[in-house]
């Protein structure tokens, strides 16, 4: 017989183990060599703390007892699991997106971060728990006390062995489970031990099953004509149990906190899910495959009486197979002892994340000085959360006396926890679901579940008196524990299953309805229920890219494309990551702050980063809408800066415009009156002389002649200023239409000199230089030559001299051929000579026979062959010179 | 009888035309061509009546008007102020210097004949 001291032993090296393998994991995870910790292999067999004490030793109490029933135990997971796409991909998602750290996490950062609904949630959590981890330490202690029975001497004190049992379990938890505060809330060390255990507690049941078919009935067909002949194979199934249980153990699976710790906060990429879903189910079919077999032979061979729930041990040890039933031994402490770790590390984050820190913050608001760095406030929190949790059920267990079947308690367990799931999965599916709702429907539902499951599973008469069974709460007859509302005759499980879960779906919906969400809620919302819209797949090294993306397609939408690639392209390069999206390190992310808080303020933009990097509270796609909408802000108001900018633009061509029409205007006006001058001035004489002519009588031949004389004169006057006047006009507006043709500058010459003095009646002496005049031009020759006669008639006309003389000479200089016109008369003043070239500038009292634009219209002429006509100021005489660009002059043949 | 007139004006073939007119009229006509001094010769010569150009070489007929009304000598002396310009504001600014009489070019020989003799007959 086994001593209970060698049982203690193994027991000892076992947790050693534990310990060791937990220690080297976490850090091999710290050096970051712990790559096969996260695999899928592992995190399938870390959901395998669902099989607890309660499947392994109580699977087969339960089929001893009901048959065929206890798979609806693992029916409801594996369908959970096989389903995965539809309910656990998406809480996964959910969870990992918003960095849920618990049931209570999740639940109320859905419902706008509700500090009320994870009090309440945590709450309705440790008291849902903690009788299951009181069963954890009842199976341990029995499982102990199965050992030392025989042997009357070696007595264990049961309640000893517990506390023991908790004290380890507790400092392996507050090892663990609180070494490091990382973001994450990810536990290498406490996964793996998990999963050892998983692996452990699979291969015992397995050795037990095997024992037992091919050791005792002696191969498969002797078994399954044991299993026909025994009643476990006649019991009928109830379907409503089969139903409403696997139900529960599938809300069990979702909403247990244990669950949720190692489903979604222990999950490090989404894709180990595909992997478990089809690995896990086969997990539970292994755990179950020899569940009847052990039970059939457990009835067949253990005296009646036996506690069935123990077969596992007993069957074993009543054969005498000590090994055997040590292995099993460990097989169900392992069971415990995951389900122990999980569950209070998870409970344990509940309660300090949503009590403990909360109350501690009040307080040091208050008042109360405590400095230091709040990590360490949050890790001492945690280690009394856990001490307190394993506290509780260590006094559970004490106190309750144990006694009620594994499976019961189990059972009640899962009912408790499964009134998370309508506020968990409404809020993951359902935008309308509001806090108040959410609220409701957990109270509501932990209310029944206390008055219709918990309370009457210590029996009549402990808590609730056997009258209240008997006639209801208050004497009120439809308020009976086991039935509701005055409907008999249902099984107490489906009766509290069906009633709570109802009730509890019923008043949430009913509650959300008729509330209205809050702004945060909203938000929340809409993140969670649409989580597969925004949320990149958030895995690893990816993660940090998921989020560069998200920053770079909001910066995009702020700042433009161009502007944005750059921008990240420049930082890709500086982390050398070319080609890639940069990572979003502290330097980066306050530079990109700074970017856009040119575009959209400060406060929005630190908004946004803290937002998108933190993953908080308001979501991608929210973001993005306000991104979009102050884009279209800065357009809207580019555009409108852009038009006021035109608008002042169009306002200053405008006044200009005017100022040039005000000018020209005066212009005109100054014209229109010189123009008035000009040709009133010969009418006067016309019409006065012609009055004589036709008034005067007897009037002489010779003054009749004179007098028609001036007439003629100042007709041809007035028709040349015409003439002039048009002339300008064509040559000012461009319109004039050059004829270029080659010709001899000395053949232009000869004919403006000869053309010049015919109409002169003074005679002046010309001189040219004719070597120098050997040259062919290609100009307009007409042109030119109207500006000669122009210049050889003014000098003819001007020239005060005795001797009037004028000297033509022509000079090539370059790229430039030039005429000069020099005279001997009277200088033009240096007053004089800006105006000469202007319309109707005369200069002093000369016989006033030209109009004054003769100068004017060469200078336009010149202007139009491309070369110019200047005043030369001399102390002697006056000369003009006639530019001409080269290349309307050509070398001379 | 052998009333002087002054004939201020730069046109020849105009002085020419007007000497005739007044002098067939029985005038004594003298001319001066030059604004700048037309001022001084006006002082010397003190006619009976000036007919003045508006537009002269060195001074406008405007000025020399203004400076002669400044003159109490000449405050009531007939002035015929000529003109080719022909604009209204032209008119306008020489009735507020003082012409006595304005006429536009080209003008009817009669007219100026008339306005002269009555200018003169006013001013008796």
Redesign the interface.
């Known amino acids: 017989m086994a001593s209970v001291n060698l049982l203690v032993g193994v027991s000892l090296i076992y947790v050693t183990f534990l310990f060791a393998i937990a220690f080297f994991a976490e850090r091999a995870a710290a050096k970051g060599r712990g790559a096969w910790l996260r695999s899928p292999l592992v995190y399938t067999l870390s959901l395998s703390i669902y099989c607890t004490a309660w499947t392994f030793y109580g699977a087969v109490g339960y089929a001893a007892r009901s048959g065929m029933e206890f798979v609806t135990i693992y029916l409801g997971p594996s369908l959970v699991m096989i389903g995965w796409w539809w309910a656990l991909r998406k809480l996964v998602r959910v969870g990992r997106v918003q960095r849920a750290t618990s049931v209570a996490d999740l639940i109320s950062s859905r419902y706008g971060k509700s500090n009320l609904l994870a009090i309440v949630v945590t709450v309705m959590a440790v008291i849902g728990v903690t009788p299951y981890i009181a069963l954890q330490l009842q199976s341990v202690t029995l499982s102990l006390s199965i050992f030392s029975a025989p042997d009357a001497g070696g007595e264990v004190d049961q309640a000893i062995a517990a506390f023991w049992v908790a004290f380890g379990l507790a400092i392996f938890t507050v090892l663990f489970g609180t070494r490091n505060l990382n973001a994450n809330e990810r536990h290498d060390g406490v996964v793996i031990a998990i999963a050892v255990e998983a692996v452990v507690k699979l291969i015992a049941l397995l050795a037990v099953g095997i024992f037992v078919v091919w050791g005792i009935a002696g191969g498969i067909a002797p078994m399954m004509e044991r299993i026909d002949a025994s009643p476990i194979g006649e019991w009928d199934m109830d379907r409503s149990r089969w139903v409403a249980l696997t139900a529960l153990s599938a809300a069990a699976f979702l909403a247990l906190p244990r669950m949720f710790q190692v489903m979604v906060v222990e999950n490090e990429d989404e894709r180990h899910l595909q992997i478990a879903s089809w690995a896990f189910p086969l997990y539970l079919m292994l755990m179950s495959l020899f569940v009847v077999p052990i039970a059939v032979i457990g009835l067949d061979l253990m005296p009646a009486g036996s506690n069935p729930d123990l077969f596992v041990l007993t069957v074993p040890l009543a054969e005498g197979q000590v090994g055997l039933a040590t292995l099993s031994f460990l097989g169900g402490f392992s069971s415990a002892t995951s389900m122990v770790i999980v569950a209070t590390l998870a409970l344990s984050t509940m309660v300090s994340n949503h009590v403990v820190m909360p109350v501690w913050l009040s307080a040091r608001a208050e008042g109360a000085q405590v400095s230091g760095d709040v990590r360490n406030v949050v890790i001492m929190a945690r280690r009394a959360s856990i001490l307190m949790i394993i506290g509780l059920g260590y006094f559970y267990y004490r106190f309750s006396g144990g006694g009620a079947a594994l499976a019961a308690i189990g059972l009640i367990s899962f009912v408790g926890v499964a009134q998370f799931l309508p506020a968990m999965f409404g809020g993951i599916f359902w935008r309308g679901a509001t806090r108040w709702g959410a609220l409701a429907g957990l109270v509501v539902g932990f209310a029944i579940w206390v008055f219709c499951s918990l309370l009457p599973s210590f029996g009549p008469g402990v808590v609730l008196s056997v009258g209240i069974f008997e006639n209801g709460l208050l004497g009120i007859g439809w308020l009976r524990p086991q039935a509701l509302f005055g409907i008999e005759g249902i099984d107490p499980t489906v009766h509290a299953v069906a009633w709570s879960l109802v009730l509890n779906t019923t008043a949430f919906i009913a509650v959300s309805l008729v509330t209205f969400p809050g702004p945060l809620e909203r938000l929340q919302g809409a993140q969670f229920v649409n989580v597969f819209d925004h949320s990149t797949q958030a895995r690893g090294w990816e993660a940090a890219r998921a989020t560069s993306e998200d920053l770079m397609v909001m910066t995009q939408r702020i700042l433009g494309a161009d502007e944005a690639q750059t921008l990240f392209r420049a930082e890709a390069k500086r982390q050398g990551l070319d080609g890639s999206l940069p990572e979003p390190t502290q330097g980066f992310l306050q530079n990109l702050e700074r970017e856009l808080a040119a575009s959209v303020g400060a406060a929005t933009a630190h908004a946004m980063i803290s937002q998108l990097v933190g993953g908080a509270s308001v979501s991608v796609q929210d973001l993005m809408a306000v991104a979009d909408e102050s884009a279209q802000i800065l357009e809207y108001s580019n555009q409108l800066e852009a038009k006021s900018h035109e608008l002042t633009r169009t306002a200053g061509k405008l006044r200009e415009a005017n100022q040039k029409l005000t000018a020209l205007s005066v212009q005109k006006d100054a014209f229109l009156?010189q123009i008035?001058?000009e040709l009133?001035?010969?009418?006067?004489?016309?019409?006065?002389?012609s009055?004589?002519l036709r008034?005067?009588e007897g009037m002489g031949q010779v003054e009749k002649t004179r007098y028609a004389s001036?007439i003629h004169?100042?007709a041809i006057r007035l028709t040349r200023l015409l003439d002039d006047l048009l002339d300008l006009s064509v040559l000012e507006n461009g319109q004039v239409s050059l004829r270029y043709e080659a010709g001899r500058l000395s053949d232009l010459l000869e004919q403006s000199i000869v053309t010049a003095q015919a109409a002169s009646t003074r005679s002046m002496d010309i001189r040219r230089r004719h070597v120098n005049e050997a040259l062919v031009l290609t100009t307009d020759l007409d042109r030119l030559g109207q500006v000669f006669i122009n210049l050889i008639t003014n000098a003819q006309k001007y020239c005060d001299a005795d001797d009037p003389e004028l000297v033509i000479s022509v000079q090539q200089d370059g790229d430039e051929l030039s005429v000069a016109f020099r005279d001997n008369g009277t200088p033009i003043p240096d007053a004089a000579r800006s105006v000469i070239f202007e319309k109707f500038a005369r200069i002093?009292?000369q016989?006033?026979s030209g109009a004054g634009l003769g100068l004017a219209i060469c200078r336009e002429i010149m202007a139009r062959l491309g070369g110019d006509i200047t005043h030369v100021p001399a102390a002697q005489g006056n000369t003009f010179v006639v530019h001409l660009p080269r290349r309307a002059a050509l070398a001379a043949q | 009888m052998g009333k002087h007139v002054l004939l201020v004006e730069?046109?020849?073939?105009?002085i020419?035309?007007?000497r005739?007119?007044l002098s067939?009229e029985g005038w004594q006509v003298d001319t001066h061509?030059?604004g700048a001094t037309a001022v001084d010769t006006i002082r010397a010569a003190r006619p009976d009546l000036v007919v003045l150009d508006h537009?002269l070489?060195g001074k406008s007929g405007l000025d020399i008007l203004t400076e002669l009304r400044a003159d109490p000598d000449f405050q009531t002396l007939p002035v015929l102020m000529l003109t080719?310009?022909?604009?209204a504001r032209d008119r306008e600014q020489a009735e507020k210097a003082g012409v006595s009489r304005f006429m536009?070019?080209?003008?009817?020989?009669?007219e100026v004949v008339t306005a002269v003799r009555d200018l003169v007959q006013l001013a008796q």
């Open positions: 009156s008035s001058h009133r001035t010969p009418m006067t004489s016309i019409r006065s002389f009055e004589i008034d005067t001036i004169g100042e002093g009292d016989d006033g | 730069d046109e020849v073939n105009i020419e035309a007007i005739f007119l067939r061509s030059d537009m070489p080719a310009r022909g604009q536009t070019k080209p003008f009817s020989n009669l």
